[in-house]
């Protein structure tokens, strides 16, 4: 990588000097000329019957303008996932009957936000109240309070069912019986927000028979799909523009009923109208994280080689399916990736109940999975007397191993992430020592913890591919049209990177129209981090079709063959006699006046899997899932009072195999950004909930890390893929795996330094001084036994 300019090195973010200045625009930035204020009625009740709506006084309001409920829309229903075994099942309002609180029923628009307020109070909904259940385990019982049908392909006597997943390979019960050693575990994870500080906000236009929308999202394309399906309008009529985004981490992906409704209130009003969310709201009626409870069983031979692991899952998938069906389909691929399992068999349920519907949320159930499986392998190692770092080895997964699914790990680099963040840890000499020689005077114990992960790098879901244009001006400089959408993750910037690099031309030559719905072209959007990956080959293409371009032309002019050329600052040079060359300025004109006016425009196109027809089957997992996975291996430090049961962690050291860095700091911003993440959902983050409704709807009563909260972070970038000219990027993920490992690693390194197992999140100073008594009621009874 050493002749390269831009690509592989730590250049300025493109969005960065807007941002710190204030001159980024956000959604609730944008103001229009007699703009509406909408607000939304939501349920007050967990499950209940809609006996009535009477909208009458709210309508004859003074300033209200449109009062909305089902009856005003088409009945299309939406969801996360929309396929033929899983059809949508959400309202856009609710119809006949809430499932949870905060359900929404309907809407208004008003001359402000007081109006809107008023209006809502004069709505007048009449319900029957229904039994609810809140519990995964108990909504699955027969003759559970049934929220929804089970679904038709689950054969099981069970209830409430939105999905299942099911796949096994070999002979589990063939394993186990081969196996020195079998354990059964259980682990279980709460309920987290995403945290993001922009609110959900959108504002939307009705205007010359066009809909433009402005809304904080994670992808533009895939709003205007759903927008498009919900209100009965073809693509072309249906417009997102592109505004700066304050975070998602998932929180932001699907359709939201607020988006729906400022579109469908400014059609019947012919005003633009904004609806932003409250932060009360959006902790106790919009989208959390998913929960898992994850049953393990795993035998494995003396030398700690695993052999067979049945896998069973229950997802509290909230009042619908959400993405509730996706993540337990996405766990059994967390599940493959690191080790080798020679035996398995997976089940995973996703669940109605009467809480809120969930949403990804960054490494969408990666990291419980991740935390139950490192776990019970310390626990494994630890019955037979071997060390986390050797275990780990003798199972990790090495380059170009064929997956049971017949994905291919590549350049696979677990093995090196494992063996490199064992010696910058020291782990081996600081394991098991925190609890041998404590200070007397101390209460506080040390302890290290390793986990491992693998993360896809893109997959295939709706719009499965991206495109790029690359337009050369008149001046030499350059216009890259493109659908990604910055969410924070760098997008702007490494794309800038691939189009500088291609062509030669300096980062501030080259301007960026992106994430415009009528204007760039389609992107594959800001999740299943894919985007470096799909977005930046298509990236790449673009820049190179350009280039082909003007080097033709330059052939012509300078009568010099194409393979004699080179490009640098701008300017085509004769490779031959460095003296001769055309600037690009000048090669635009002479396309111009001589190609009858063909300007130079380059084009690229990009899809994971290419050759696949579509993505694998959500229920029985059979298909391709991704060509690309980044590994990594992570270490956690702790600091546990054994006094308070408060816990901290104090480093963290991150190895990660990310195939070809294109922007080495953006890398390193997104491993401390998941640390940070890991920290939080490790110590402190939840959502607490009773009978569906959330106790701690505010930043007050939510803990999330502050910065005296923060560890070091120390990370280090195991390269496993080289810049190849005409090749393709082999990029790999960095922006969602990596909390997975830390959050493994902390629960391991409070094993290591108190003798507590964690198996269920968060770390609370409450579990661990219930662990250590435990401890202390059983060494009591050793020694009255002796």
């Not at 349920?349 to 419980?368: D, F, I």
Request: aromatic share 6%; net charge neutral; hydrophobic share 40%.
């Amino acid at each position: 990588m050493t002749d390269l300019k831009f690509i592989g090195q730590n250049m300025r973010r493109k969005d960065g000097p807007d941002k710190v200045s204030g001159k980024a625009v956000y959604t609730q930035d944008v103001k229009l000329p007699g703009m509406l204020i909408g607000r939304v009625l939501r349920s007050p009740h967990p499950h209940a019957r809609i006996v009535r709506i009477d909208t009458t006084k709210a309508k004859a309001l003074p300033g209200v303008k449109a009062v909305i409920t089902h009856e005003d829309t088409i009945g299309v229903r939406h969801g996360f996932v929309e396929t033929p075994r899983y059809p949508a099942d959400q309202d856009v309002l609710a119809k006949d009957k809430v499932a949870h609180v905060g359900e929404e029923i309907a809407a208004v628009a008003a001359v402000d936000e007081i109006t809107a307020q008023k209006a809502l109070e004069l709505i007048e909904v009449e319900y029957e109240i229904l039994p609810a259940v809140f519990d995964a385990e108990e909504a699955m019982r027969p003759g559970a309070p049934a929220i929804r049908a089970s679904h038709p392909k689950v054969l099981e006597d069970l209830a409430n069912i939105a999905g299942k997943t099911e796949t096994e390979w070999g002979d589990v019960e063939a394993g186990f019986a081969q196996a020195d050693y079998v354990r059964e575990d259980r682990f279980e994870n709460q309920l987290r927000t995403h945290g993001y500080l922009e609110p959900q906000v959108t504002l939307a236009h009705w205007e010359s028979d066009k809909l433009n929308v402005w809304t904080s999202s994670m992808g533009t394309f895939i709003k205007r799909a759903k927008l498009s399906r919900t209100l009965g309008l073809p693509y072309s009529q249906v417009r997102i523009h592109k505004t700066y985004v304050g975070g998602t981490f998932g929180g932001k992906i699907d359709l939201y009923s607020h988006e729906y409704c400022a579109a469908r209130l400014s059609m019947l009003t012919g005003r633009p109208v904004r609806i932003t969310a409250s932060r009360e709201e959006i902790f106790s009626a919009y989208r959390h994280s998913q929960t898992l409870t994850i049953e393990l069983k795993t035998g494995v031979k003396k030398d700690g080689t695993i052999l067979a692991q049945r896998v069973r899952i229950i997802n509290n998938a909230g009042a619908h399916r959400g993405s509730g069906v996706v993540v337990i389909f996405l766990a059994w691929g967390f599940i493959m990736g690191p080790y080798r399992i020679p035996n398995l068999k997976y089940e995973g349920y996703a669940v109605y109940t009467n809480h809120t519907t969930r949403a990804p949320q960054r490494g969408h159930g990666a990291p419980k999975v991740r935390f139950a499986i490192e776990s019970q392998l310390d626990m494994i190692a630890e019955h037979l007397g071997i060390d986390p770092v050797t275990i780990r080895l003798r199972n990790a997964r090495g380059p170009w191993e064929e997956l049971p699914n017949k994905d291919n790990t590549h350049e696979a680099g677990l093995i090196d992430c494992i063996k490199e963040v064992a010696a910058k840890s020291d782990y081996l000499n600081k394991w098991r020592q925190g609890r041998k020689q404590p200070e007397p005077s101390s209460t506080i114990r040390r302890g290290i913890g390793m986990g491992v992960t693998t993360y896809m790098s893109g997959t295939l879901i709706y719009p499965n591919g991206s495109g790029v244009i690359v337009k050369l001006n008149d001046d030499g400089s350059v216009i890259v049209l493109t659908g990604a959408l910055d969410v924070g993750q760098g997008a702007e910037t490494v794309i800038t990177q691939i189009v500088a690099e291609e062509l030669s031309i300096g980062m501030n030559d080259i301007k960026l129209i992106a994430s415009d719905t009528d204007t760039t072209p389609q992107d594959i959007g800001a999740w299943i981090s894919g985007m470096t990956y799909v977005t930046g080959n298509a990236t790449r293409q673009a820049a190179t079709n350009a280039r082909e371009k003007i080097l033709k032309v330059a052939s012509e002019e300078m009568d010099v063959p194409v393979e004699y050329l080179g490009v640098e600052n701008k300017s085509v040079y004769n490779l031959a006699d460095p003296q001769q060359r055309m600037t690009y300025a000048q090669v635009f004109s002479a396309s111009v006046a001589k190609h009858r006016g063909d300007t130079i425009v380059g084009e690229g196109f990009w899809r994971t899997m290419r050759d696949e027809p579509t993505h694998p089957s959500l229920a029985t997992t059979k298909g391709r899932w991704t060509e690309n996975y980044a590994f990594s291996a992570q270490v956690a430090e702790v600091e546990v009072d054994i006094e308070t049961g408060e816990a901290r962690l104090i480093r963290a050291y991150t190895l990660h195999d990310c195939g070809f860095p294109v922007n080495p700091g953006l890398i390193k911003g997104q491993v401390d950004g998941q640390v940070s993440m890991a920290l939080g959902q490790a110590f402190m983050e939840e959502v607490m909930t009773k009978n569906g409704y959330t106790l701690n709807p505010s930043w007050l009563d939510y803990r999330m890390p502050l910065i005296h909260n923060m560890a070091a972070s120390e990370d280090a970038e195991v390269i496993t893929e080289q810049y190849r000219i005409g090749k393709p990027y082999r990029t790999k993920e960095v922006g969602e795996g990596l909390v997975s490992g830390v959050l493994a690693g902390i629960a391991n390194a409070i094993y290591d330094a108190t003798g507590v197992r964690m198996t269920s999140a968060p770390f609370t100073p409450e579990k661990i001084l219930a662990g250590l008594r435990k401890l202390e009621r059983e060494k009591a009874k050793e020694l009255v036994s002796q």
